[in-house]
């Protein structure tokens, strides 16, 4: 007797892929499982094939038969035999080289390949205007398809479901995984002098998961879609121009996959005059609801919803209304669900908090001048103490700080998604030496933003966010963080000037500024392999050394540019500029959590900047990494998990993902809900701070469980801004709480993944 299961008696058919019928040959399934499963311990061929059995049918294709086996061996993963998900991978990468391949052993010439593709509008008619055939054929060469290996089922599904190129209303693919990353690297790279040794490096780095690559240019570049930027800040003026211009903005940066950031600060509260006082506003909500229609409304290719959070400072007169736009409660009036809320506060605040102060309400029409001092507090609090003491100023009004604080509290714990920017501190604590006024939708961007008067507005400046990340995980020596810093900020740079731009106040502050936010991700699979945790005393030193090297090669990266291509146009509004680095303007408070001791040499650098400076005006940002995460098999951004085997909805179903290096690190994992209190985690982004010119989308956990009475207190959360606005944290983003069943987890990432690059 065989040592496999025999799945159906040998008389029961199957319908082959060109339609003919012929005898279920049992031999052919065992011999597709054999190989799945080659060489991958703890896996079982017969529980595979007996999972598979109660499903099959007569006259059955043959492509169902794979989904099926795909399916079995998937439902096998599970904590105690985790290598299922390199079987199910395999299965499915088989089935999807047959159908890109179609059905032939070999992957196909990449010069045909890509042509085809061009000609039938499916890829850039320009991509291989730069490339000769035999160039092409080099590349074609160099592709390492054994590498599909690396992937997890997880991690191949979602590539397959949300990046690999496909038509979206038909479902057919156009390309493997090899060959979309080295698609991309010929895209970003074709302009290089040692272009083909430049396109093999960074297919390199993307193909081994040094490189996060963010949604849109993962899904986007070599395609005909040419925006490539993850968010887009849009200042909002207070005129009706300026209103509706960026309603017009809005619209297609999110017809072009983009997420958004809107910041509404400036516009004049309900009841204000107008035309001297033949009319009255209507205050923000209105219009507020205009753009949550907009942003919902607008198509993003079938890759997700779009999102947009909105900007706010704390003494904006309708603030207390604008706090419970996301709550359930209330009537449609009063209710702006689908849009986030960020609330920007400074030191006035938290002072009055603490010492249980009044605060003061106003129009910013009204308070001149009051909105653009915000972030510089000598300015901000002179003026706002002189409008407090005015009689001229008619609308304002009282109220207590330690009440709005605990609205914000309250609504940001049951909603999850009020967040708070400190804005001071994102003014003196970043690489900007110009006033900056808002953050994007997952408050890791900080840009200095002009108002948009039109569509057109040759004067205005649309703040774009071109992200990538570094899987912390995969970079095992010096050598490769410099590598993969260098690759990264080429690939990005790159992008600026292939992309299109649909708005021109967009590409002003883009190709002048040229802006990059480089994060990093898999933190909490880096900590484990490391044999650290979160709350571990010696994680804040490790990561402040490891984010050192990071930062200090990306500024290296960029003024190597600067020095061949020149410095960006408007790098003179930087603190770099002023010979200024990350370790000159971080808080010093920071102190407190890690020693400022340095392996990096700070001064060369500093010399070689003051000579050529940068060709970017920022180099750093850390953004949620919720969909690209999975890709790679890496934890999610900074967060830590949740769960040691997670359960992440998708089209096709839920995919189970484990944790990276579970065999060995999973005893050093710690568990979000765990963690009774976030003094450790405030701590890291604190630390990742240090180093980052612009920002952090920091993720906050409270498990009522931590609590007596099962009740999270609103002091508790109250006392954690406090604590972050101490050590120098600019944002903060969710608010977490337990999902309710514990297992299965909702998206970590921006609504329906934006900004999740």
């Known amino acids: 007797?065989?040592?496999?299961?025999?799945?159906?008696?040998?008389?029961?058919?199957?319908?082959?892929?060109?339609?003919?019928?012929?005898?279920?040959?049992?031999?052919?399934?065992?011999?597709?499982?054999?190989?799945?499963?080659?060489?991958?311990?703890?896996?079982?061929?017969?529980?595979?094939?007996?999972?598979?059995?109660?499903?099959?049918?007569?006259?059955?294709?043959?492509?169902?038969?794979?989904?099926?086996?795909?399916?079995?061996?998937?439902?096998?993963?599970?904590?105690?035999?985790?290598?299922?998900?390199?079987?199910?991978?395999?299965?499915?990468?088989?089935?999807?080289?047959?159908?890109?391949?179609?059905?032939?052993?070999?992957?196909?010439?990449?010069?045909?390949?890509?042509?085809?593709?061009?000609?039938?509008?499916?890829?850039?008619?320009?991509?291989?205007?730069?490339?000769?055939?035999?160039?092409?054929q080099d590349l074609g060469d160099y592709i390492k398809h054994d590498r599909d290996n690396m992937f997890t089922y997880s991690g191949l599904q979602q590539l397959i479901d949300k990046y690999l190129i496909k038509n979206r209303i038909t479902g057919v693919i156009y390309e493997t995984p090899q060959i979309a990353y080295m698609a991309i690297a010929m895209c970003l790279f074709s302009n290089y002098e040692d272009k083909v040794k430049r396109t093999k490096e960074a297919y390199d780095a993307y193909s081994t998961f040094k490189v996060n690559l963010p949604t849109p240019i993962m899904a986007g570049v070599r395609s005909t879609i040419k925006q490539f930027a993850s968010c887009v800040l849009v200042d909002i003026g207070?005129?009706?121009?300026?209103?509706?211009?960026?309603?017009?903005?809005?619209?297609?940066?999110?017809?072009?996959?983009?997420?958004?950031?809107?910041?509404?600060?400036?516009?004049?509260?309900?009841?204000?005059?107008?035309?001297?006082?033949?009319?009255?506003?209507?205050?923000?909500?209105?219009?507020?609801?205009?753009?949550?229609?907009?942003?919902?409304?607008?198509?993003?290719?079938?890759?997700?919803?779009?999102?947009?959070?909105?900007?706010?400072?704390?003494?904006?007169?309708?603030?207390?209304?604008?706090?419970?736009?996301?709550?359930?409660?209330?009537?449609?009036?009063?209710?702006?669900?689908?849009?986030?809320?960020?609330?920007?506060f400074c030191r006035l605040f938290y002072d009055r908090v603490?010492?249980?102060?009044?605060?003061?309400l106003f129009s910013p029409h009204e308070a001149a001048g009051l909105y653009e001092a915000f972030g510089n507090n000598k300015e901000f609090e002179e003026l706002y103490l002189k409008y407090e003491a005015s009689r001229s100023i008619k609308i304002k009004r009282k109220i207590s700080?330690?009440?709005?604080?605990?609205?914000?509290?309250?609504?940001?714990?049951?909603?999850?998604?009020?967040?708070?920017?400190?804005?001071?501190?994102?003014?003196?604590?970043?690489?900007?030496?110009?006033?900056?006024?808002?953050?994007?939708?997952?408050?890791?961007?900080?840009?200095?933003?002009?108002?948009?008067?039109?569509?057109?507005?040759?004067?205005?400046?649309?703040?774009?966010?071109?992200?990538?990340?570094?899987?912390?995980?995969?970079?095992?020596?010096?050598?490769?963080i410099e590598l993969a810093c260098r690759n990264a900020v080429e690939s990005l740079e790159s992008v600026i000037d292939y992309q299109n731009y649909p708005v021109k106040a967009g590409e002003n502050f883009t190709k002048n500024r040229r802006s990059l936010g480089i994060g990093i991700t898999n933190l909490a699979g880096f900590l484990a392999k490391n044999k650290m945790t979160y709350t571990d005393p010696k994680t804040p030193s490790l990561i402040h050394e490891t984010m050192e090297k990071i930062q200090w090669h990306l500024l290296d990266a960029s003024c190597k540019l600067a020095e061949r291509l020149g410095a960006c146009e408007k790098f003179g509004d930087t603190k770099y500029a002023k010979g200024l680095?990350?370790?000159?303007?971080?808080?010093?408070?920071?102190?407190?959590?890690?020693?400022?001791?340095?392996?990096?040499?700070?001064?060369?650098?500093?010399?070689?900047?003051?000579?050529?400076?940068?060709?970017?005006?920022?180099?750093?940002?850390?953004m949620p990494c919720e969909s690209s995460s999975v890709i790679q098999n890496s934890t999610n951004g900074i967060e830590p998990v949740r769960q040691l085997l997670s359960y992440k909805k998708a089209k096709n179903g839920v995919l189970k993902q484990l944790v990276p290096n579970y065999h060995k690190g999973r005893k050093y994992y710690t568990l979000a809900f765990d963690i009774e209190d976030n003094t450790d985690i405030i701590n890291i982004v604190a630390v990742l701070q240090?180093?980052?010119?612009?920002?952090?989308?920091?993720?906050?956990?409270?498990?009522?469980?931590?609590?007596?009475?099962?009740?999270?207190?609103?002091?508790?959360?109250?006392?954690?801004?406090?604590?972050?606005?101490?050590?120098?944290?600019?944002?903060?983003?969710?608010?977490?709480?337990?999902?309710?069943?514990?297992?299965?987890?909702?998206?970590?990432?921006?609504?329906?993944?934006?900004?999740s690059i």
């Open 690 to 755: 240090k180093f980052v010119d612009m920002s952090i989308s920091a993720n906050l956990y409270y498990n009522y469980d931590h609590y007596e009475d099962g009740s999270i207190p609103l002091s508790r959360i109250i006392k954690d801004n406090l604590y972050s606005y101490k050590y120098g944290v600019k944002n903060l983003y969710y608010c977490n709480t337990p999902d309710g069943d514990g297992q299965l987890e909702k998206e970590s990432g921006c609504e329906g993944g934006s900004c």
């Open 238 to 344: 207070d005129d009706l121009d300026s209103i509706f211009a960026s309603l017009h903005a809005v619209g297609k940066y999110t017809a072009r996959r983009a997420g958004i950031g809107l910041n509404a600060g400036r516009i004049r509260p309900i009841n204000s005059p107008i035309r001297g006082g033949e009319v009255v506003h209507t205050g923000l909500i209105p219009y507020l609801k205009i753009f949550e229609s907009a942003v919902k409304a607008t198509s993003q290719n079938g890759l997700r919803g779009g999102s947009a959070t909105v900007h706010v400072p704390f003494w904006h007169y309708e603030i207390e209304d604008i706090l419970v736009l996301k709550n359930n409660a209330g009537t449609d009036d009063n209710r702006v669900r689908k849009l986030d809320y960020s609330i920007q």
């Open 354 to 360: 603490i010492k249980d102060e009044d605060i003061t």
């Open 1 to 136: 007797m065989a040592s496999y299961f025999y799945i159906k008696e040998s008389n029961m058919q199957v319908t082959k892929h060109s339609g003919e019928l012929e005898e279920y040959d049992v031999e052919k399934i065992h011999k597709v499982v054999e190989w799945a499963t080659d060489d991958i311990n703890g896996v079982s061929l017969s529980d595979i094939e007996m999972n598979m059995n109660l499903s099959l049918r007569d006259k059955i294709k043959t492509s169902e038969i794979h989904q099926i086996l795909i399916k079995s061996a998937s439902d096998l993963i599970s904590e105690s035999s985790p290598n299922y998900q390199y079987v199910a991978a395999r299965l499915l990468n088989m089935s999807l080289r047959k159908t890109v391949w179609h059905h032939a052993i070999k992957s196909p010439c990449l010069y045909h390949h890509i042509t085809c593709l061009m000609d039938s509008g499916v890829y850039d008619h320009e991509m291989l205007d730069n490339w000769t055939p035999e160039e092409v």
């Open 581 to 622: 680095l990350p370790i000159d303007w971080y808080k010093k408070t920071v102190d407190e959590i890690v020693k400022p001791k340095y392996a990096m040499d700070w001064e060369e650098l500093r010399g070689r900047i003051k000579e050529f400076g940068l060709r970017h005006s920022t180099l750093s940002a850390i």
């Open 401 to 480: 700080a330690r009440k709005l604080a605990e609205v914000f509290a309250r609504e940001r714990l049951e909603t999850g998604r009020i967040y708070s920017m400190n804005v001071d501190t994102a003014n003196e604590h970043g690489s900007w030496d110009i006033p900056v006024h808002m953050s994007n939708l997952c408050q890791e961007i900080i840009h200095p933003t002009i108002p948009v008067k039109s569509i057109d507005d040759e004067d205005a400046e649309i703040g774009i966010c071109i992200l990538s990340a570094l899987n912390l995980a995969e970079l095992n020596s010096d050598k490769d």
